[in-house]
């Protein structure tokens, strides 16, 4: 059974600085990695997601995140926050070749403030 | 979200009814999901399927039953509520590695055990 750890339940920030947003994973087999958001109010959505070649994987609104096999780690950072990504992140594994069961972390609540 | 509706979005109900949440889909995804999201907890899986009549338990599975009668719906009952139900409760469509095994969340449904 795959499992996750997010370190931090809870992140404040100032806007333009950098934040990381620690993951690790517990796993038996090689697994697929998620980063997913959601803001306040509403469902969540994918922000990221490594299944295979670079390790290191990139969104569209300035986030990355790294694959460390390794450590079994899939840490999110951002060089400069802007106030718009104050919302709760969570981490997810998800066991390659097996029943696409998703597993979630417990979530970090990052707050960007002025 | 588009291709994903949950019903009801809200609901008030009485310890020991039976309630059922539907989700319904039109996108034609193999795998379903349904999760709960409770405060410290972050999301944790109820149940999912991966076709229609192929379920299988998650990590929070009593209390509830699922079924899926056809590809597009995937309905989730609680059949006698009790207050440690009261959650937020989402459900989520995959494609499958055609798909990159990316979930997509419905808006969820609130659900309030009195």
């Known amino acids: 059974a795959q499992s996750v750890t997010q370190l931090d339940s809870q992140v404040p920030v100032f806007e333009e600085a950098p934040v990381e947003l620690r993951c690790n994973y517990s796993s038996s087999v090689s697994v697929y990695l998620f980063w997913y958001v959601q803001y306040p109010n509403q469902g969540l959505q994918l922000l990221l997601k490594y299944l295979s070649g670079s390790t290191l994987v990139e969104s569209i609104n300035g986030f990355e995140a790294e694959f460390n096999k390794s450590q079994t780690s899939f840490h999110l950072r951002k060089p400069s926050v802007h106030i718009s990504d104050t919302a709760e992140y969570f981490c997810a594994v998800m066991a390659q070749g097996g029943s696409e069961k998703l597993v979630f972390g417990k979530g970090t609540k990052l707050t960007v403030n002025p | 979200d588009a291709g994903i509706t949950q019903s009801p979005r809200h609901k008030v109900t009485e310890t020991g009814t039976p309630v059922t949440l539907r989700c319904h889909q039109t996108?034609?995804?193999?795998?379903m999901y349904w999760y709960r999201q409770d405060p410290g907890h972050g999301l944790r899986l109820i149940h999912y399927?991966?076709?229609?009549?192929?379920?299988d338990k998650g990590e929070v599975s009593d209390g509830y039953s699922v079924s899926r009668s056809k590809t597009e719906d995937f309905l989730l009952t609680l059949e006698s509520a009790t207050s440690s139900q009261t959650s937020v409760y989402f459900c989520?469509?995959?494609?499958?590695?055609?798909?990159?095994?990316?979930?997509?969340f419905g808006a969820g449904s609130r659900l309030t055990v009195l």
């Open positions: 399927s991966y076709g229609v009549k192929d379920t």
């Open positions: 996108e034609n995804h193999r795998y």
């Open positions: 989520a469509i995959n494609p499958g590695i055609t798909g990159a095994n990316v979930l997509t």
